[in-house]
């Protein structure tokens, strides 16, 4: 049934005044986003120990988590196409806050999943698509570096939120440091507050069907090779770090030390994701993104199987710089690849279904790792699967955009040039 609703022309990206505290918001909340489930990590082992579990089963909290935060995509975009980002963001902070804060009480590893897992996630979700939406709004020609900074609130917080956790650990427990990261989790609420919308200039009434989640973004080809490449890379780009903590700790590192190490990936992160996002914008990298990313998931994947027989610190650390490298550059690009392929207007459905479909990826890669451990005792094979995953994710998607997005641009130019040729036939 259609509605009536103003036809709007939204003002356009003005790439600085506004937009860079837009961008500070979309910081910190990509920064509790995708840290937040890793340094969580810290806390595996007392949880292990209260609950009588193994590792399969404390991963399942990080995995959960970041199910969330993927899964709940297409709810997300709803209720930003209904509400508004500002909103949806407020809601969200109250649910990731309060999920931490209930779970901080919890008596068995199954309210673990539903506190912190599922109502911490969901909060986080409702943060974290919002902020990317209202990035893009703020920003065009300066896109690739906001996508490259706001990136890196992932590394920033990454370092912090691993020795903080620890620290809180060591002083209160876990469950008083589940309490105080809920308090912590609140400034998400004050990011969605900062979230502006751009004015609009309002023309007149007309008759309109409002789409909640535009479905028609699935017919772009890019669209359906970029979903598959990224379903096999999440398979495998955040187990290392989600287990790394523990592998240091079983191989006699002291607790500090071990955490330490999701610092040093975020101290290389910080750096790696601006830089990337610099170079992503140069105007000779910018069209060929795709195979940009593609040597990101590469590099990425290589690190990790050239780095599972690492059994010391000296080499987790080397390792920890390569990873924070490449890992960095992967997180840089992988949203500027997305806003390449469906643009603005197409961003907030594609975003929510990409994320859905991840979120089953996501959902079997940490756990599976964790059952490789508990059953072999062994802790390079997660090394092999992860890179082997990043690897296979990379070379799909180089070859699928030469092979298939290549000949499609090619078809189309043909196609607009015989057209030309029938209208202006002497031209």
């Not at 919308?197 to 409002?210: D, F, G, H, V, W």
Request: charged share 15%.
């Amino acid at each position: 049934m259609g509605i009536i609703v103003e036809d709007r022309e939204t003002v356009g990206a003005p790439d600085g005044g506004w937009g860079w505290i837009v961008l500070l918001g979309s910081f910190v909340v990509t920064g509790f986003s995708y840290a937040f489930p890793k340094a969580i990590s810290v806390y595996f082992k007392e949880l292990m120990k209260d609950f009588g579990c193994g590792y399969s089963d404390t991963a399942w909290i990080s995995s959960i988590i970041l199910a969330m935060l993927y899964g709940s995509g297409p709810i997300s975009s709803i209720m930003v196409n209904k509400f508004g980002c500002r909103p949806v963001m407020l809601v969200g902070g109250l649910l990731a806050s309060g999920g931490m804060i209930i779970a901080s009480v919890t008596t068995n590893i199954i309210q673990l999943y539903l506190t912190a897992g599922v109502i911490t996630g969901l909060g986080l979700a409702l943060n974290f698509q919002p902020s990317l939406i209202m990035l893009g709004s703020y920003f065009d020609k300066r896109r690739p570096l906001a996508n490259g900074l706001a990136a890196a609130g992932s590394p920033v917080f990454l370092s912090v939120l691993s020795p903080l956790g620890q620290l809180l650990l060591n002083h209160y427990g876990w469950r008083g440091g589940f309490l105080i990261t809920g308090g912590l989790l609140l400034n998400c609420c004050a990011c969605g507050a900062i979230m502006r919308p751009l004015k609009c200039k309002e023309r007149k009434a007309i008759p309109s069907k409002k789409k909640l989640l535009d479905f028609s973004v699935l017919a772009d080809l890019g669209l359906i090779i970029y979903i598959i490449a990224k379903f096999i890379v999440v398979l495998g780009l955040f187990v290392p770090t989600i287990l790394l903590v523990n592998y240091a700790k079983d191989q006699g590192v002291p607790d500090h030390d071990a955490a330490f190490l999701l610092s040093i990936i975020g101290f290389i992160d910080i750096f790696a994701r601006p830089t990337c996002g610099i170079v992503a914008g140069l105007k000779w990298i910018r069209p060929k993104m795709p195979y940009f990313f593609s040597l990101a998931l590469l590099f990425n994947g290589l690190t990790d199987v050239c780095s599972a027989t690492s059994t010391d610190y000296k080499g987790l650390v080397i390792f920890c710089v390569f990873f924070g490298l490449s890992y960095g550059m992967v997180g840089a690009l992988q949203f500027e690849v997305l806003m390449g392929i469906v643009g603005k207007s197409g961003f907030s459905s594609a975003l929510g279904l990409v994320l859905l479909i991840e979120a089953v990826a996501v959902l079997i890669g940490p756990p599976s790792a964790g059952y490789l451990v508990d059953k072999y005792k062994n802790y390079e094979l997660i090394f092999y699967m992860a890179g082997g995953e990043l690897i296979t994710a990379g070379i799909f998607l180089a070859l699928a955009s030469f092979f298939f997005i290549r000949r499609k641009k090619h078809k189309d130019t043909q196609q607009k040039h015989l057209g030309d040729v029938a209208i202006n036939p002497e031209g």
